[in-house]
């Protein structure tokens, strides 16, 4: 889906420069995750993708993990000058009957992991530079994950005391700085209308099923049925595709040299 060139990190700051990118910061990499049972997304910034890079560079000075996964097509309405470096895969195409529905990049180090999920859609995976690392379990293994319903939360790093806090979800959407969240959450105290009110507590209520079991680390204990599952594990290196069908479940963690990797989606 890319060219070899997307990999070096001078060709992407040449390319990208200060184009606006959604970041995900999470305290320790794991997003999408349930902490002290709630199913907990990251918080999203906005920032240069100029930014961005100078973090990954230089990331023992910054507060978080920070990680480009912002899905729904995120490489065409985020990524739009590095399209001419990549293209159409047209025998999943003729395979899978239809074109791409979207194309996201991925973009971050070793830190970031995926929880157990998965999606209602097809997914091609071609890694640009570093090694994937897959855990995957098929459909038929549903009985063994404890899925199960969990409130929907966000993390909000707090600027004063730097700890990142679980908050209603929608407070940890699409700020560009922890500041202007903070300024959100205090001019909601002071004025709220009624519509809004109603609208943003039926976001804090929010249920998500999600895997409660960890594949890589299960607490038998406590999910005693997991032992029946027989997790299948690969890695995917520069230059290689995984095909997931719909509906497999994956974790994903990651081993770097460079930091990207770009992924296909085809609806199943």
């Known amino acids: 889906v890319s060219t070899q ?39 999203e910034r906005k920032m240069p993708f100029s930014t961005f890079m100078d973090i990954m560079e230089q990331r023992e000075s910054f507060n978080g993990v920070p990680y480009i996964q912002h899905q729904n097509g995120n490489f065409e309405s985020e990524f739009q000058c590095l399209l001419d470096d990549v293209n159409e895969f047209e ?34 995976y071609v890694v640009v530079s570093g090694e994937k690392h897959f855990t995957l379990l098929p459909p038929t293994s549903y009985p063994y994950l404890y899925e199960r319903k969990y409130q929907a939360k966000a993390y909000l790093e707090n600027t004063t005391t730097k700890e990142f806090e679980i908050v209603p979800e929608h407070l940890g959407r699409l700020s560009k700085t922890p500041v202007e969240i903070e300024q959100e959450v205090s001019e909601e105290h002071q004025v709220q209308v009624d519509a809004e009110e109603e609208e943003e507590e039926e976001e804090e209520e929010r249920e998500v099923p999600w895997i409660s079991v960890d594949p890589d680390s299960p607490d ?34 990651q081993s770097v040299t460079k930091n990207t990797k770009t992924e296909e989606k085809k609806r199943g």
Request: glycine fraction near 8%; include cysteine.
């Open 220 to 253: 038998l204990e406590k999910f005693p049925k997991f032992k029946h599952a027989r997790p299948l594990r690969c890695v995917v290196r520069p230059g290689e595709i995984l095909y997931l069908p719909s509906l497999w479940y994956h974790k994903v963690g």
């Open 91 to 124: 025998w999943a195409s003729e395979a899978l009957g239809s074109r791409p529905d979207v194309i996201n990049i991925w973009m971050g180090d070793e830190r970031a992991v995926s929880s157990m999920h998965k999606d209602h859609y097809e997914n091609i």
């Open 5 to 43: 060139s997307t990999g070096s990190s001078q060709y992407l700051r040449e390319k990208m420069g200060e184009k606006p990118v959604t970041v995900d910061i999470t305290p320790s990499g794991h997003g999408d995750t349930i902490v002290s049972g709630f199913f907990v997304k990251p918080e």
